[in-house]
């Protein structure tokens, strides 16, 4: 089976790019299972009802969280309701939402695990003792772990404690991609930072000018995205679903 997991889509740019070309490149690519982590997908970061509900008619099987999830006023309702939209596991117990969830791929049945790193973010749950929890509910031996994570240490702790364990391993939050997509132990796909789906000619996604006002002078400026020609960051995972077990990854940029 292959699979599709889809870097930060950035507000609406992020998600009109993918409505124009997700459809061709998963027929392409022949994809079974599209993941896409949508945190920052509404205006103003977070996701909403809306920028939820376009992902999903797009594409998108499951979509993913990060520290943005809660941002988006009335929001914990549609956590909730929605089966595939996950927030980080390791979020404190009773908060809303799920973070993981199982997809049925007939006759195949895949988890999917949102989690978030701790270093350089807030002080959420030890996302390894969570991630093992997870493991061993899981019915399947598919698994695909969308980690997201400030510190590309943590991403590669990460990637290698879960090596043979998962299927996969993706690294999310910083929307720059990285160059180092690989297969640990024979098993587990592994990529440090998908990337982002947005604005290219940005800062992370927000207005150039913008956010260099806001490093030079260090005063309060209102973030807005930027308006530069969207591009498409994502993995694409060739795995054996009796085995869990990844045989290629493939790094896609589309501009």
Same mark, same amino acid.
């Given at each position: 089976m292959k699979m599709l997991f889809v870097g930060d889509v950035v507000g609406t740019a992020g998600? +009109?790019? &993918?409505? @124009?070309?997700?459809?061709?490149?998963?027929?392409?690519?022949?994809?079974?299972?599209? /993941?896409?982590?949508?945190?920052?997908?509404?205006?103003g970061n977070g996701v909403n009802r809306a920028?939820?509900?376009?992902?999903?008619?797009?594409?998108?099987?499951?979509?993913?969280?990060?520290?943005?999830?809660?941002?988006?006023?009335?929001?914990?309702?549609?956590?909730?309701?929605? +089966?595939? &939209?996950? @927030?980080?596991a390791n979020?404190?117990?009773?908060?809303?939402?799920?973070?993981?969830? /199982?997809?049925?791929?007939?006759p195949v049945k895949i988890a999917v695990i949102s989690l978030m790193g701790t270093v350089g973010l807030e002080a959420l749950d030890n996302p390894f003792f969570c991630v093992d929890k997870l493991i061993e509910e899981a019915d399947t031996p598919n698994i695909f772990v969308d980690f997201h994570a400030e510190a590309t240490s943590e991403k590669k702790a990460m990637g290698q404690y879960l090596a043979g364990r998962v299927t996969g391993v993706f690294g999310t939050h910083t929307h720059v991609q990285t160059a180092d997509e690989t297969i640990l132990g024979g098993h587990t796909a592994y990529i440090t930072d998908a990337g982002m789906t947005g604005p290219e000619l940005s800062?992370?996604?927000?207005?150039?000018?913008?956010?260099?006002?806001?490093?030079?002078?260090?005063?309060?400026?209102?973030?807005?995205?930027?308006?530069?020609?969207?591009?498409?960051?994502?993995?694409?995972?060739?795995?054996?679903?009796k085995l869990g077990k990844a045989n290629k990854i493939e790094r896609i940029i589309m501009r």
């Open positions: 998600i +009109e790019i &993918l409505e @124009r070309r997700l459809y061709k490149l998963k027929r392409d690519l022949a994809i079974d299972l599209t /993941i896409i982590n949508g945190e920052n997908s509404a205006v920028s939820y509900q376009r992902l999903i008619r797009l594409g998108a099987d499951v979509v993913t969280g990060g520290n943005h999830s809660f941002q988006q006023k009335g929001c914990t309702s549609l956590y909730d309701e929605a +089966e595939t &939209l996950l @927030r980080p979020f404190p117990e009773g908060v809303s939402g799920r973070g993981s969830c /199982i997809v049925d791929v007939f800062v992370l996604g927000v207005d150039t000018e913008i956010a260099i006002q806001k490093m030079k002078y260090h005063c309060p400026v209102t973030f807005k995205i930027s308006e530069n020609p969207a591009f498409i960051n994502a993995v694409a995972v060739e795995f054996n679903e």
